[in-house]
């Protein structure tokens, strides 16, 4: 029989799709289970998969690559699609994606599969990233191919013995080292606050205020309170800390590339407070101008990332500028959390660009006042006269 490879997590969604594969495609299906730091028992899924009759199970940890190829510049790209959400599951699925093809060569396998809907970001995420990898491959998506919704797939997966997480039964939940997706259930009634229970990381249980010190070097965090630490240590680290305050949770509406407006809910304490951290220090060691353009470089990167669109080459132009910026970006910064609210509250850096003689207020100032007269009537030149020309029009007819 073919081999088909499938991007399996032993959910609700990828469990249904072997059983679809085998009986509809007739299909010998290899499931793949790929670690991005999701707090998964990876040998329950690998007994998932052989119960529902895969004919080989592979695991793949890819914690490193997605931390340095995918998060990092994420956090030197300031990366939040609608201002808000920072791509956890987006980053994920180029990544995903790519190990999918490299087994599928590996295993001479036919197609490709995964188990996304017909409605969300994810399908287009895979299905252009597979293209774009190996356009030969056929994509075989059975939930969006048979128009399935998570109600059908219950019984489906009740009738066929599958077995299925209670969690996984309540929402759908994506996870990874950068942070949680929780859709789906009671989150779907925009007026219904999420419930305690939709949340792992983010539990209130420190009531005092505490300060955190983030070391960056060249836009990279690499300490935290000056003890240095491995990037994957330190996201755990921030995550639990940030987490015990009560920060990280993002509830919002996002728009989807397909045009649907959904209610999102993330938590994602370390990835909030590195872009905060990692922006307040750009602003302090960056200039006005680099500051201005990086904006849309920024927003636009998010956007790449978010539709789709990683393996576009515009998103490598803009890594090469971005890359560059962050030559500069390298200081400490420091954040005072408290009751779920976050803020900098101090900051330093070699490259720094503050200049306390030019802004004190003191006599101590190196700052001579008197230059400023000349610069702000040429600055305001052309505003003046543009007034001054509205004036007299209104004036000439009538209008005052
Ligand atoms: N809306 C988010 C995104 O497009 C999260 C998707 C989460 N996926 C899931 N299967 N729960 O990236």
Excluded at 112 to 128: A, E, L, M, P, Y
Excluded at 205 to 221: D, K, L, M, Q, V
Excluded at 281 to 307: G, I, P
């Amino acid at each position: 029989m073919s081999k088909v490879v499938l991007a399996f997590s032993g959910g609700l969604d990828t469990s249904v799709c072997v059983k679809y594969l085998q009986t509809l495609h007739h299909l010998d299906v290899i499931t793949l289970t790929v670690d991005v730091g999701q707090d998964d028992d990876f040998e329950e899924i690998a007994k998932v998969s052989s119960e529902l009759g895969a004919i080989d199970h592979v695991y793949i940890n890819a914690k490193h690559e997605f931390l340095n190829d995918y998060v990092v510049p994420s956090i030197k790209a300031n990366a939040l699609y609608q201002q808000k959400y920072p791509l956890a599951t987006a980053i994920a699925r180029p990544l995903i994606a790519r190990k999918v093809v490299e087994v599928a060569k590996k295993h001479d396998a036919i197609a490709i599969s995964h188990g996304c809907t017909g409605k969300g970001n994810d399908q287009v995420r895979f299905d252009i990233a597979i293209r774009s990898l190996d356009p030969n491959l056929n994509i075989i998506a059975p939930i969006r191919d048979m128009n399935l919704t998570r109600d059908k797939e219950l019984q489906y997966a009740e009738k066929n013995n599958i077995r299925i997480s209670d969690v996984a039964k309540k929402y759908s939940i994506d996870e990874n080292l950068w942070g949680r997706a929780i859709e789906g259930g009671s989150l779907e009634n925009i007026e219904n606050e999420p419930h305690d229970d939709a949340f792992k990381f983010v539990q209130q249980s420190n009531n005092e205020a505490g300060y955190i010190t983030i070391g960056f070097e060249r836009g990279r965090p690499v300490s935290i309170d000056g003890e240095k630490l491995e990037i994957d240590s330190l996201i755990n680290k921030l995550n639990k800390v940030a987490g015990s305050h009560g920060v990280g949770i993002i509830d919002h509406i996002e728009d989807r590339v397909i045009g649907i407006k959904s209610r999102e809910v993330y938590e994602a304490p370390a990835a909030l407070l590195l872009i905060e951290a990692h922006k307040d220090l750009e602003k302090l060691v960056l200039t006005n101008q680099e500051l201005r353009f990086k904006f849309h470089v920024d927003d636009q990167w998010a956007w790449l990332a978010y539709s789709g669109l990683w393996l576009d080459p515009l998103l490598t132009d803009l890594n090469a500028f971005i890359d560059k910026t962050q030559e500069r970006v390298t200081g400490e910064i420091k954040i005072k959390m408290h009751s779920g609210s976050y803020r900098v509250v101090g900051r330093k850096s070699t490259f720094s660009l503050y200049d306390d003689d030019a802004i004190t207020y003191m006599s101590s100032s190196k700052f001579d006042q008197r230059l400023a007269t000349g610069f702000v009537t040429l600055w305001g030149l052309q505003s003046s006269a543009a007034n001054k020309k509205i004036w007299e029009y209104k004036r000439q007819n009538g209008k005052i």
